[in-house]
């Protein structure tokens, strides 16, 4: 049933044909390759109606892809399905097929060899850095017997290539370096103490020809608050000064590991017979095209800043191991199947400089980073601390107050949060960072009103103190926003029939409300919401062509800042028409916390 016949270009001529009767092609899937992969073919709602006298008519053919060499596409009343065309490097197929499998994480010491190609590739890249021994990080484990690891002490005049480990904690480690033990484990850590996943990572650094290795658990004291807070503001420098990272992209806890197989991405490839054009039957190997699996490791807040400072990344994934470097992120043997070619990373300054890119390069980081887990909420800002420091580089006349640049007022403050609510203190409330979950930055604004953008406020104040000087891109303890702008009072309005509740002008006590008197739309910051209609303070800071856009206050009781009234945020809104905006407002001096 299966014969591709060639032309001198390597193109399959289209194969059409009509099926068997459904029931007789379920029973040859059992043995015929071809029959299984049409069978997967139709969705399974489709399965449920059809009768076992039912065919089907097929063409299959195969196409050349830019970027996945040679793939099969199926066409068939239930739509088109390619698939990508691999070959083993052991079969005959191999001269014609130049695509490969991906390399799995239990193949280390191939990992390993590729590895190896992959940094001297790097090497010839224009965007990458050049590697070069960096001075050890405070402390690193000497993996150079991975059955005997211990904790060596460095000093500044210690300069070596090392690796560093990204992983997920996803549990308590009992184990963990603290004032007590410290002594012992330069001498010598017993492997049972030692999690699979910082196992596996000694394993790595150790085939790689390293010696060190920097995992956060081992390598800062854990019961020692100001030794963490001495290292947790160093770990920027520690990964973008790594000779490559380590990432354990697919393990779920530290127990867990990432150099074995993962069976839920165990894909078994459909095998088809494949006549090459010079004659001999060799044997292809099919695989859907569908999307990577999501890795544990996405979802950690602290793990984004760890790759992207990185210079270079290996990254054992659930499905392939991958080499990730300023200039690209492929698997490491070139394979280009279930491949996430858009990854979040930082502007490369020499090739991205101009302002536009650089600004949607920090609003995307925030966007990947805001909806990303943390185990301390309190984290917040100093997860994201090493990304802004990169970001100061590139801005060194802005300031950076509480997760904010001074340069992006005020459009920067027109942030949208997607629903989470305040659990403890993190940052003043016009930060993103004052919420514990995602938000959309304001760039929506400019995509969408660029050309008619106004500005209605001028910013006189902003300031945070900082909870330890020595950390300026970290947690914060207080804050203060000033703005001159136009003012108004509005009725916050619950309505069920509204994904966002209204806003109203002020009436009399006892007034009615109509369509009339509605102004625009709240965007909550929290989840928390009145059952009934609330007063609140609206101020302005920009106009579009047809909208006003600005912040939802309401005032904070019992305080008050140079004899005014104190503001909180509490969500943003927008007015359209921005007419809307012209009467029963003043311009004033407002104090925001």
Known sequence: MWAVVWDEDLRGKDIEFRTRRWAELLESANSCQLCRLLCMDIPEEWKETLSTDDTFFVKLG????????????????????????????????????????VVTPTDIDTCISYAFKCVEGCSNHDKCPRSA?????TRVLDCSDPSQPRLIISDSSMREYYVALSYVWGEDQPYRTTVENIDSYTILIDQSFIPKTIRDGIMVTHKLGLRYLWVDSFCIMQDSDDDKAQEIAKIRTYFSHAFITIIAAS??????????ERPKWNRAPILLPFRCPDGPIGTVRLYKDEVPPYEAIEERAWCLEERVLSPRCLLFCSHAVQYECPTERKNINGSPLLLEILSTQLPVTTFDSDPETLDRSWHGLLLDYTGRKLTKPKDKLDAFGGIAEFFHGLWPDSRYVAGMWTHQFPEALLWISKGETRTVYLAPSWSWAAVDGAIY????IKDFDAPAITVLCSVKRCEATLKRKSNPYGEVTSGLLVLEACFMQAIWEPDPRNLWPLLYRVKEDGESYSVQDHLGYYFADTTEFWETRHEVSLVALLESNNSVYGLVLIPVQDQEVDGEKVYRRIGMFTLTPALKWSSNTSNRTIHIV
């Open 251 to 260: 393990a779920e806890r530290v127990s867990e590991g990432f150099l074995h």
């Open 62 to 101: 195969f196409r050349r892809h830019t970027l996945h060499g040679l793939v099969l596409q199926i066409e068939a009343h239930m739509g088109s399905r390619t698939y990508f065309v691999c070959a083993t490097e052991d079969n005959v197929s191999a001269r014609h097929i130049a695509t490969r499998e």
């Open 133 to 137: 021994p960096a001075t050890l990080p």
């Open 441 to 444: 930055s304001s760039t929506f």
